[in-house]
């Protein structure tokens, strides 16, 4: 019953910016962790930024200095700012939240959005 909904993917030129937003809702106790991923075509799904639920981040290299992740852990809500984007960023990007439905699931399970497209290009 747990859902998580992505936003925020689209078109932009090279050098521009986008923030996807990602909203998690059903019965949900406690937020673990949070984090993004992306897959472009013919290519693995790979970690883009993640963070603990003390909130601590963790980035790709492609993504450091460029990619900001944040929360809202009362909206369970994760966002990911993404500045000076580049063609090899086109990919579609999934929400993942690791999430604790009842109060003696210490570890949570995973979570995943549908993907949102981002596409880089001019």
């Known amino acids: 019953q747990v859902q998580l909904v992505e936003s925020g993917g689209g078109l932009v030129q090279p050098g521009g910016a986008l923030r996807l937003t990602c909203q998690a809702s059903g019965t949900i106790f406690r937020v673990n962790a949070m984090g993004w991923y992306r897959q472009a075509p013919g290519n693995q799904r790979e970690l883009v930024a993640s963070i603990t639920k003390e909130g601590f981040t963790n980035y790709a290299d492609s993504a450091k200095g460029r990619f900001t992740i944040s929360r809202d852990t009362a909206k369970r809500t994760v966002y990911l700012q993404m500045n000076s984007l580049k063609p090899e960023d086109t990919a579609v990007y999934y929400c993942?939240?690791?999430?604790?439905?009842?109060?003696?699931?210490?570890?949570?399970?995973?979570?995943w959005g549908k993907g949102t497209l981002v596409t880089v290009s001019s």
């Open positions: 993942n939240q690791v999430l604790a439905t009842t109060a003696t699931d210490y570890y949570g399970a995973d979570y």
